[in-house]
């Protein structure tokens, strides 16, 4: 019997699918189908930047990958802004989708923006720094000693990689047509040492939802990228 399974990969914010390098890596050295999608506009596609990317465009791209490339069964994984897009896939086409997995990132609600999540003093900061990028508002990336890597050189090297963020994907409403996950089963992992500022208050309602396993590493936001390890030990522990 083939117990490989499929996973799809969706990068956080600035960050595009070289991000999954070392989790998919491990992903595969198990044996399993594992695959990292850039969105347009950000990471690998960032020559693509324009003001008409949002979430539902984000959104359109990963259906479509999903139907062209004709996935069941898939794991979808979604790391910080990623979980959003993942979460938004799972509700137009939970026929393709066996787990969703959150890594760290924010349980979606019908009619909020990611701006209407987060902490108001984060989102006062951020909307101080966006840019106009080829004609786009775009939320620039962190600088380097914020990205709660420990390692300089890999810190360093994540940095170089990192581009704009369109800002619509922040403030636009969302539009879930059914609870998240749409019945799909789920998974949480939260990066709790040190927890992201962003993020924390997420971990606490999550727990209070008992249809959502919640897996706590001790690890930094960009676990991905800090502890592969670890987060490729949770994808390969969720339930078949």
Not at 23 to 28: A, F, N
Not at 46 to 58: R, S
Not at 167 to 174: F, S, V
Not at 201 to 230: F, T
Request: aromatic fraction near 6%.
């Amino acid at each position: 019997m083939n117990h490989s399974r499929t996973f799809v990969c969706l990068p956080g914010a600035w960050m595009g699918a070289w991000s999954w390098k070392f989790v998919i890596e491990r992903l595969q050295a198990a044996g399993h189908d594992a695959r990292a999608l850039p969105f347009r506009g950000v990471g690998e596609r960032a020559a693509e930047l324009g003001p008409d990317i949002d979430n539902d465009l984000l959104l359109g791209d990963t259906v479509d990958y999903l139907e062209k490339e004709d996935l069941r069964d898939v794991v979808l994984v979604g790391h910080s802004f990623g979980s959003l897009i993942a979460t938004l896939t799972a509700d137009r086409a939970p026929e393709r989708i066996a787990h969703l997995a959150i890594i760290d990132g924010g349980i979606a609600v019908d009619g909020q923006s990611i701006f209407g999540r987060i902490p108001a003093e984060i989102v006062a900061k951020r909307k101080k720094l966006v840019k106009v990028v080829d004609g786009t508002e775009v939320l620039p990336f962190a600088p380097v000693g914020s990205l709660i890597i420990d390692d300089p050189e890999l810190a360093a090297w994540t940095h170089r990689h990192l581009t704009p963020h369109p800002l619509a994907c922040y403030t636009k409403p969302i539009r879930l047509h059914y609870p998240a996950g749409n019945g799909r089963p789920m998974t949480y992992i939260a990066c709790t040492r040190p927890r992201y500022p962003v993020s924390a208050g997420m971990h606490e309602k999550v727990q209070a939802m008992p249809h959502i396993r919640y897996r706590p590493i001790e690890a930094g936001h960009n676990c991905i990228i800090s502890a592969p390890h670890l987060v490729a030990h949770e994808l390969l522990e969720i339930p078949r």
